[in-house]
């Protein structure tokens, strides 16, 4: 019985090693959050929930998408949404689930039958055509997996960083998905395009008819495709059931959702889309125009915007992408842009696709600034907030790509803040400001006197 | 074809016959636009359409259709295909052009007695024709034929 007794409290003993040191390991992973009671607790096994026509998610995941109006306009009635935000914040791997991919619709989501859908394709070619969606689903298909931005991601901080707002509504208008559809290239040599068409248009079958004027350069020609699958499945109406254009690497606008016309011509239209709206103000009253490309980009995704993190161990990570092709850097700055490191890049590393960065973090608990800048494979660099408003002001409302900084309390809180490194040394000044007033002003006075 | 064909470019082409005036296009206003976009094209709960002019390089741009848009051509465009925002495409081409006179008018850039038609919309040069610069990647593209 001693015997027994004894040799049981021994393996209890080692037990209560394992677990002290398994705790110890995982906990420092998560921050000294303890995962599991003891392994002692074996959980009873039950048989579960009948097989089902499709998968929801767990009842413990709560990750959704925040419809919200423009900058500063938030929780808002979805009647009044003009967009809805991916929570970046709560992604993991590089891909954007297909009901979490971002929304901007400019006048509803149209109910749309695809037996009855027709993509006329017209203007400066030789033999003009309307296709059906079957005429499309049987044509030779490519499959891409491309982010999409929308040209207003980033428009909350133009002006002003609201330290209440999180990575889902700072950046939330960025999402990767697979799509499938039939190349431009090949559409374009169906209908014998003319030489002299340098531009297409294409229309939505929204209620606003949305539509853009493309340049047709090799690389638009090469990579556009009409898309008719999304991840796998038939396209989301919210992302353009039943076809929608897909346009790699440039505005999200462009993209054109529920495309019902394609037409060739030989210069830009001058949509609404293209000069009131998506067109950048610069600082000198004058606008940039066809800005088309989205720009090198990054953002820290955890720890970010009202997130609490506990001192000692952090994974840093984040998505960071470029619609000039691959991210080929990401680097990572723990102490206000001072110093760099680089980060780690998950595999795949896409051309104009979100990339994945981490890296390993030991905070010491101290007040600080943590900041992201990536670099594209044309050795474009993410510019800091003072490079990247000095050049083009805070009124451009599109096509914010500045560094992201997150900054740091004593209590780990996380909040949205603008500054750049250039900031500290104009602080490390204020140190002269007695010797200043004395060899000044401050000694004027005294002579007069 | 020609029901889908809706575009219009600068330089007209695409324009459909028929025409409006000014004073016919204030009433066309009150009835489909003001509800949304204020009195006279300002203070309304959607996008303001009067005014304006001389505040883009400040500190609070107001952007209009007078103050930036740089094509006339591209209201009618718009107008056509997608307002008034609850009934897109249920103004006819004659209301359509009167419409796109009275808000030319609000913004000091057509006169009280003005008509609008395919011949003289085209024609009208915005204040704000030269306030674009492409961008140099697609510039050359970009440039009108």
């Known amino acids: ?449 | 074809m020609k029901l889908w064909d809706i575009d219009v470019r600068p330089d007209g082409k695409g324009l459909p016959e028929g025409s409006g005036t000014v004073a016919h296009g204030k009433s066309v206003y009150e009835e489909n636009c003001e509800a949304c976009h204020g009195p006279n094209g300002q203070g309304g709960i959607k996008d303001r359409l009067a005014g304006g002019q001389g505040s883009l390089a400040t500190e609070n741009p107001i952007k209009t259709v007078g103050s930036y848009w740089p094509y006339a051509t591209t209201l009618f465009d718009y107008i056509h295909r997608a307002m008034p925002y609850q009934a897109p495409g249920s103004l006819s081409v004659d209301d359509t052009y009167a419409v796109a006179a009275y808000i030319l008018n609000l913004n000091g850039i057509l006169s009280s007695d003005g008509t609008l038609d395919r011949n003289t919309l085209p024609a009208i040069k915005m204040p704000n024709r030269e306030g674009f610069i492409p961008d140099p990647e697609f510039r050359e593209v970009a440039k009108p034929k």
Not at chain 1, 203 to 230: C, H, K
Request: glycine share 8%; proline share 6%.
């Open chain 1, 1 to 449: 019985m001693h015997h027994k007794a004894d040799s049981r409290d021994k393996s209890n003993l080692s037990r209560r090693r394992l677990l002290t040191a398994s705790a110890g390991l995982f906990g420092s992973a998560t921050g000294g959050r303890v995962l599991a009671d003891t392994l002692a607790d074996v959980p009873r096994r039950e048989v579960g929930a009948p097989l089902s026509g499709q998968s929801d998610r767990s009842k413990y995941v709560h990750i959704t998408r925040i419809p919200q109006a423009g900058p500063g306009v938030r929780k808002v009635d979805p009647f009044d949404a003009i967009n809805s935000k991916t929570p970046l914040n709560k992604l993991v791997g590089a891909i954007t689930p297909s009901d979490l991919h971002y929304e901007r619709s400019h006048s509803g989501v149209p109910d749309l039958d695809p037996g009855k859908h027709r993509l006329l394709i017209h203007g400066l070619v030789k033999k003009p055509l309307v296709l059906t969606v079957d005429d499309l689903t049987s044509m030779p298909s490519i499959s891409r997996v491309n982010f999409i931005e929308c040209t207003g991601n980033g428009w909350e901080n133009w002006k002003r960083a609201d330290e209440n707002l999180t990575v889902q509504n700072t950046h939330g208008l960025v999402s990767t998905n697979e799509w499938t559809g039939v190349p431009l290239r090949f559409l374009i040599d169906l209908v014998g395009k003319d030489h002299e068409s340098t531009w297409m248009l294409a229309e939505g079958d929204d209620a606003a008819g949305v539509d853009r004027s493309i340049p047709l350069t090799d690389e638009i020609v090469n990579e556009a495709f009409v898309a008719y699958g999304q991840n796998g499945e038939p396209l989301r109406p919210a992302h353009g059931f039943p076809i929608r254009l897909i346009m790699p690497g440039f505005e999200g606008n462009l993209n054109i959702k529920w495309l019902r016309r394609l037409k060739f011509g030989d210069r830009p239209w001058m949509t609404r889309w293209e000069t009131a709206r998506y067109t950048q103000l610069l600082q000198n009253g004058k606008a940039e125009q066809f800005q088309l490309r989205m720009d090198t980009n990054s953002v820290i995704t955890s720890p970010s915007g009202m997130m609490e993190i506990r001192s000692g161990y952090n994974r840093i990570t984040g998505f960071a992408w470029s619609g000039h092709g691959k991210i080929v850097k990401v680097e990572v700055s723990t102490d206000a842009g001072v110093t760099w490191k680089a980060a780690e890049l998950n595999n795949p590393v896409l051309p104009k696709a979100q990339t994945r960065f981490q890296m390993d973090w030991e905070w010491d608990g101290k007040p600080t600034k943590i900041v992201s800048r990536s670099t594209d494979e044309k050795q474009n660099v993410q510019p800091d907030r003072k490079t990247f408003i000095d050049q083009v002001g805070t009124n451009a409302l599109f096509h914010y790509h500045a560094q992201q900084t997150w900054s740091i309390d004593s209590a780990g809180r996380v909040r949205n803040v603008l500054v750049t490194k250039r900031w500290r040394p104009r602080l490390w000044l204020f140190r002269w400001y007695p010797w200043y007033m004395h060899m000044t002003s401050g000694g004027r006075r005294r002579s007069k006197r």
